[in-house]
């Protein structure tokens, strides 16, 4: 998914920088606290039990939907009921089912249906151009009948997660937007006339109790534990909400108050600290502080609010201080699109520290493994 900051293009890097600095052994517990879409958690699910958290409710869906659950759902209840053979029929029938033939069967109002009155030029009341009316109106009715579903138990919690989170994943592809829910354009994108189509999303199985959390990281930190802390926070003063919030006002489907000319949700208790360039040192040394886990990693920019220096005190005056490091700035233009021109001078950055933790989960070093072998041994 398009998200500001998404490290997708970074995987291998952090890995690499992971390899090179932790020694991998069992059943490690990995954190990746500010998880977004999640891409981190997913690429690291297949190596660790993961702990998964972020403050978007939609990013919460993604978690729970890929990191939660292990296995790809079997819509046992919802075949039978629907009278289908397969999953993709099932995706057939959210796909391309008329409009008004669910709207009708569901006994759904025109006036429930949030995304179409509100986002859509559906009238003359709602100007909004972020989807053209018939795909806000298919939104719309998925989302109902998935909370429908629920409700009469057709599904169970994970199926209705994983439909959700495809939902979400689908969404940006028909939206008439520059990249965030900020602003719509004037004018109809061309990728607005496509059919719609559900995305897909893999699902691997680690075996694992891994769990996700929709926290503040601030509260949250004070109540896990485990080996690796991945953190990846905001670097500007762009808080997240306010350019995600139609995807929010998705997930959630909760009638929101909205306001102004791009319809935003209220999102005060979403602000983040690492936004505000007053508290970011704070927000940061917060975490860093409170962390119960022996190795941290942090992703940053070079355009970052927080300078180098100051992410090297916080990390140096609560870890191990002759264990920090940083990685060789990686060059932006590595992980940007081709096209794009590179902004000269930007840089990712990628941090470490040890911690001294109270009762570490493995005090003997001769247990510890490379990664390569565990993963050999487990073919
Ligand atoms: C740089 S993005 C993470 C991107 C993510 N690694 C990915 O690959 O998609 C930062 C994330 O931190 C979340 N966030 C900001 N402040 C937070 C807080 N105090 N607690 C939890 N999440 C927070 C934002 O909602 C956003 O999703």
Request: hydrophobic share 30%; charged share 30%; net charge neutral.
């Amino acid at each position: 998914m398009r998200f500001i900051g998404n490290k997708t293009a970074l995987l291998d890097n952090i890995n690499d920088f992971i390899c090179g600095n932790i020694p991998y052994y069992e059943d490690m517990i990995f954190c990746d606290i500010f998880s977004g879409t999640s891409s981190v958690a997913r690429y690291f699910k297949k190596d660790f039990q993961i702990i998964s958290n972020d403050l978007l409710y939609f990013s919460y869906v993604l978690q729970k939907a890929t990191i939660d659950n292990n296995r790809f759902p079997n819509f046992k209840n919802l075949k039978k009921e629907l009278n289908l053979n397969n999953y993709d029929d099932l995706l057939n029938y959210l796909e391309n089912s008329p409009l008004d033939k669910l709207q009708k069967d569901y006994n759904i109002n025109d006036e429930e249906l949030f995304i179409y009155n509100n986002y859509t030029p559906s009238s003359d009341v709602c100007e909004r151009m972020y989807f053209k009316p018939e795909t806000g109106k298919r939104i719309d009715l998925i989302r109902i009948l998935l909370n429908k579903w629920l409700e009469n138990k057709t599904i169970s919690e994970n199926e209705y997660f994983y439909l959700l989170a495809i939902l979400i994943e689908t969404v940006p592809y028909y939206s008439n937007i520059c990249g965030v829910y900020g602003a719509y354009l004037k004018t109809w994108d061309k990728r607005t006339y496509n059919p719609f189509k559900l995305q897909n999303l893999e699902i691997i199985n680690n075996n694992k109790d891994n769990i996700s959390y929709n926290c503040d990281a601030h509260e949250l930190i004070k109540k896990i534990k485990g080996d690796i802390l991945y953190l990846d926070p905001p670097y500007n003063t762009r808080q997240y909400p306010p350019n995600y919030h139609v995807l929010e006002t998705i997930a959630k489907y909760d009638y929101p108050e909205i306001k102004g000319v791009s319809g935003m949700r209220e999102y005060k208790e979403q602000i983040s600290m690492f936004c505000r360039k007053k508290e970011v040192y704070n927000a940061l040394n917060d975490i860093i502080k409170n962390a119960n886990f022996q190795y941290i990693i942090m992703s940053y920019s070079t355009d970052g609010i927080l300078t180098i220096d100051e992410i090297e005190e916080i990390f140096r005056n609560h870890g191990i201080s002759d264990t920090y490091k940083m990685a060789k700035p990686i060059e932006y233009r590595q992980f940007k699109s081709q096209k794009r021109p590179s902004k000269k001078d930007l840089h990712e950055l990628l941090f470490f520290v040890e911690k001294e933790v109270e009762n570490p989960r493995i005090n003997d070093k001769k247990l510890f493994r490379k990664k390569k072998e565990i993963q050999t041994t487990l073919k």
